[in-house]
């Protein structure tokens, strides 16, 4: 690093943002020393080759790590190890912003966002998996070669990629597929894209409420889930504290990356949790769950002024997303020698564990924050011994 100040070419005046820049997103000192040398050769090159920062794009980081091997370097970061510095360039606004190329796909697909941030005011995590949706049926039912014609969509296209769709996922997502699919055709419709409305020539999939048992886990197994964590790590203490929430609270995967700092009341024991349809609900902070809380906070959490409670425990450090909590929960299984189970199985045997205690229907749907008291009756099926002495035997039969 001592030579870094000196040598660092066009890039000098960037020397000390970007090291406080990788401090603070968790990076250990020895890597952020090694990284400072990067930025000074990539700075030496620019001014080599008479370029300004302005220049400097994803074309240009690959034609310094090629003239680092011409030249017979031994240790020449990869492309990945550059993204680090070319972000950091472009977020002081010193390099050039991405220009992307759009592809006709691409630009529908940019303007069916804004429609639907716009005009439909949807949440961000439904506007991505709307987008993905739209992405892959387009570019496989409107795509023609190279021509991109969603003018030429017709209903057995439409009925045909959701066939597809049906026979590789559950019912429930394939009812969401249905949703996802009627919401790009409405687009496209009022675009003027499509001359008809392909959207009603969707089928509805067939589900019946209540139809299915819903899978749970014995209090045992799920104790087991929770005492697999090694808790002398620090990903143990996270994980430990992440599947609590999960096991305790009945917190959904999505309402566990959203928790904040300023979500905890500690002197009042309740925690906000953003829920559904942007709704915010107060609750109680079991003590157990609290501790696991403050265990996770007392173990050097870094960096210290990200808002979101839980973090990744790798740099860069920044919020966690949905699908790590069922990454934790898959790991916790493995560790435990259970069946593999979703994130959402704890939800369902903290409902039926509060079925078995005596609990009624309506303060579990209290705790799980249903807002239609039928989506909470799907768990009274769980307890099948009161179900067995209520039931009535079936004609001619003793029971």
């Given at each position: 690093m001592s030579g870094t100040r000196r040598k660092a070419g066009r890039l000098g005046p960037q020397v000390e943002g970007y090291r406080a820049w990788l401090m603070q997103r968790g990076y250990t000192p020895g890597t952020v020393r090694n990284m400072l040398k990067d930025l000074g050769q990539v700075g030496v090159w620019l001014s080599t080759e008479s370029m300004d920062v302005t220049q400097l794009d994803e074309a240009r980081i690959e034609a310094f790590l090629c003239a680092r091997r011409a030249t017979g370097h031994r240790h020449v970061p990869g492309t990945r190890g550059m993204v680090p510095l070319l972000s950091y360039l472009r977020e002081v606004g010193a390099a050039r912003p991405v220009q992307p190329s759009l592809t006709p796909l691409g630009e529908l697909l940019v303007q069916y966002r804004c429609w639907m941030v716009q005009?439909?005011?949807?949440?961000?995590?439904?506007v991505l998996r709307y987008e993905n949706t739209a992405r892959r049926f387009l570019f496989e039912q409107a795509s023609n070669g190279e021509v991109f014609e969603p003018a030429a969509l017709t209903g057995v296209d439409v009925n045909a990629f959701?066939?597809?769709?049906?026979?590789?996922?559950?019912?429930?997502?394939?009812k969401g597929r249905v949703a996802e699919l009627r919401s790009i055709l409405r687009f496209l419709y009022l675009q003027g894209i499509t001359p008809l409305r392909l959207g009603s020539a969707v089928p509805p999939v067939?589900?019946?409420?209540?139809?299915?048992?819903?899978?749970?886990?014995?209090?045992?197994?799920?104790?087991?889930l929770l005492d697999s964590c090694d808790r002398s790590t620090a990903v143990g203490i996270r994980d430990f504290a992440i599947m609590m929430l999960a096991a305790r609270l009945g917190l959904r995967s999505i309402e566990v990356a959203r928790l904040e700092l300023g979500d905890m009341d500690w002197r009042a024991g309740e925690i906000v949790v953003r829920g559904k349809a942007r709704r915010q609900d107060r609750l109680p902070l079991p003590a157990e769950v609290g501790e696991a809380l403050v265990a996770y906070l007392s173990n050097g959490r870094n960096p210290e002024g990200a808002r979101h409670l839980f973090l990744t425990c790798r740099a860069p450090r920044g919020p966690i997303r949905a699908d790590l909590v069922g990454d934790v929960v898959e790991r916790a299984c493995k560790r435990a020698g259970l069946p593999h189970v979703g994130a959402h199985r704890l939800r369902h045997a903290l409902a039926g564990e509060l079925l078995a205690q005596g609990a009624g229907l309506v303060a579990i749907?209290?705790?799980?924050?249903?807002?239609?008291?039928a989506t909470t009756a799907l768990y009274a099926k769980v307890d099948l011994t009161a179900l067995r002495r209520v039931a009535q035997p079936w004609p001619g039969t003793a029971r």
């Amino acid at each position: 690093m001592s030579g870094t100040r000196r040598k660092a070419g066009r890039l000098g005046p960037q020397v000390e943002g970007y090291r406080a820049w990788l401090m603070q997103r968790g990076y250990t000192p020895g890597t952020v020393r090694n990284m400072l040398k990067d930025l000074g050769q990539v700075g030496v090159w620019l001014s080599t080759e008479s370029m300004d920062v302005t220049q400097l794009d994803e074309a240009r980081i690959e034609a310094f790590l090629c003239a680092r091997r011409a030249t017979g370097h031994r240790h020449v970061p990869g492309t990945r190890g550059m993204v680090p510095l070319l972000s950091y360039l472009r977020e002081v606004g010193a390099a050039r912003p991405v220009q992307p190329s759009l592809t006709p796909l691409g630009e529908l697909l940019v303007q069916y966002r804004c429609w639907m941030v716009q005009e439909r005011n949807l949440a961000p995590a439904t506007v991505l998996r709307y987008e993905n949706t739209a992405r892959r049926f387009l570019f496989e039912q409107a795509s023609n070669g190279e021509v991109f014609e969603p003018a030429a969509l017709t209903g057995v296209d439409v009925n045909a990629f959701l066939l597809r769709e049906c026979g590789r996922v559950s019912a429930g997502s394939a009812k969401g597929r249905v949703a996802e699919l009627r919401s790009i055709l409405r687009f496209l419709y009022l675009q003027g894209i499509t001359p008809l409305r392909l959207g009603s020539a969707v089928p509805p999939v067939g589900g019946w409420r209540l139809a299915t048992l819903p899978s749970t886990m014995t209090p045992a197994n799920v104790q087991r889930l929770l005492d697999s964590c090694d808790r002398s790590t620090a990903v143990g203490i996270r994980d430990f504290a992440i599947m609590m929430l999960a096991a305790r609270l009945g917190l959904r995967s999505i309402e566990v990356a959203r928790l904040e700092l300023g979500d905890m009341d500690w002197r009042a024991g309740e925690i906000v949790v953003r829920g559904k349809a942007r709704r915010q609900d107060r609750l109680p902070l079991p003590a157990e769950v609290g501790e696991a809380l403050v265990a996770y906070l007392s173990n050097g959490r870094n960096p210290e002024g990200a808002r979101h409670l839980f973090l990744t425990c790798r740099a860069p450090r920044g919020p966690i997303r949905a699908d790590l909590v069922g990454d934790v929960v898959e790991r916790a299984c493995k560790r435990a020698g259970l069946p593999h189970v979703g994130a959402h199985r704890l939800r369902h045997a903290l409902a039926g564990e509060l079925l078995a205690q005596g609990a009624g229907l309506v303060a579990i749907s209290q705790v799980l924050r249903h807002q239609d008291l039928a989506t909470t009756a799907l768990y009274a099926k769980v307890d099948l011994t009161a179900l067995r002495r209520v039931a009535q035997p079936w004609p001619g039969t003793a029971r």
